[in-house]
């Protein structure tokens, strides 16, 4: 295991020199290489995915993430949602808030490019209406802020609620359609086959230890309704779009 300081000082060299990394040799250096790289690195293990999944990466190992609502430590690593695409966008937090919330970060291909860039030094702050920061990670660093007792892979301020579910005998809803609600970036999307939901439970079982719970609701029992007007989630589907509105 690694300390805040030996990762921090390694994340900053990077950017001191303008340089990188590629942890997967795909598509230059993108923003989830620069976390990847530090978990194989430094802990042994790997972070896959897109920027917008690493907090469900780091739940999976059993690290503690807390909420977009929460002020992070220097070493936390962000996973942020973004507006012009949906692969979302992820950073290494280098030093602790100032009086204003502001927070330094490291991050890779900051400007969204198809083939990366280098690791750039920039300021982020939560709250801001253009940078949506849904959650942190921190390694299990051995100097503490990571230990798995905090929160993450188990019971803890860091698990997310996620199922699926079918609902029938509404219009707005397709009766036939297994349906996902992603708790980490608060998101209802379709399922298109039972190939996807049969790998989609697969690695929900390998990564969280437990069966991803699945509901089927009605018309005679609408608690959906309710469910859905407290937990006002979005989508990217625009049927389902509108059947959230309804």
């Known amino acids: 295991m690694a300390t805040r300081s030996e990762v921090l000082t390694w994340v900053r060299s990077l950017a001191d020199r303008g340089i990188g990394v590629d942890a997967d040799g795909a598509y230059g250096m993108q923003c989830v290489d620069l976390p990847n790289m530090v978990a194989q690195k430094f802990f042994g293990r790997a972070m896959w995915g897109n920027g917008i999944d690493m907090l469900k990466a780091g ?16 070493g936390a ?27 330094q970060t490291v991050e890779q291909n900051v400007d969204g490019g198809i083939s990366g860039g280098p690791a750039r030094y920039r300021v982020r702050r939560l709250g801001n209406p253009t940078e949506n920061i849904i ?8 100097d503490g802020l990571g230990s ?17 579910f079918m609902i029938g005998g509404e ?10 609600y992603n708790g980490a970036v608060n998101e209802v999307q ?56 309804y």
């Open 59 to 74: 739940q999976g190992l059993g690290w503690r993430t807390t909420g977009g609502n929460e002020l992070p430590h220097a």
């Open 77 to 103: 690593i962000f996973c942020m949602r973004v507006s012009y695409h949906g692969y979302g966008h992820t950073g290494i937090v280098v030093n602790e808030p100032d009086g204003n919330g502001n927070f």
């Open 135 to 142: 959650g942190f990670i921190y390694p299990p660093y051995s």
């Open 148 to 164: 798995t007792g905090d929160s993450g892979g188990g019971s803890g301020e860091g698990e997310t609620m996620d199922f699926t």
């Open 171 to 180: 219009p707005a809803w397709d009766a036939q359609t297994v349906y996902y």
């Open 190 to 245: 379709p399922i298109h086959n039972l190939e996807e939901l049969k790998y989609l439970r697969s690695i929900y079982q390998d990564t969280h230890g437990r069966s991803l719970k699945h509901y089927e609701w009605n018309t005679s029992a609408p608690v959906y309704h309710r469910i859905f007007a407290i937990l006002k989630p979005s989508t990217r589907h625009e049927s389902t779009k509108a059947a959230l509105r």
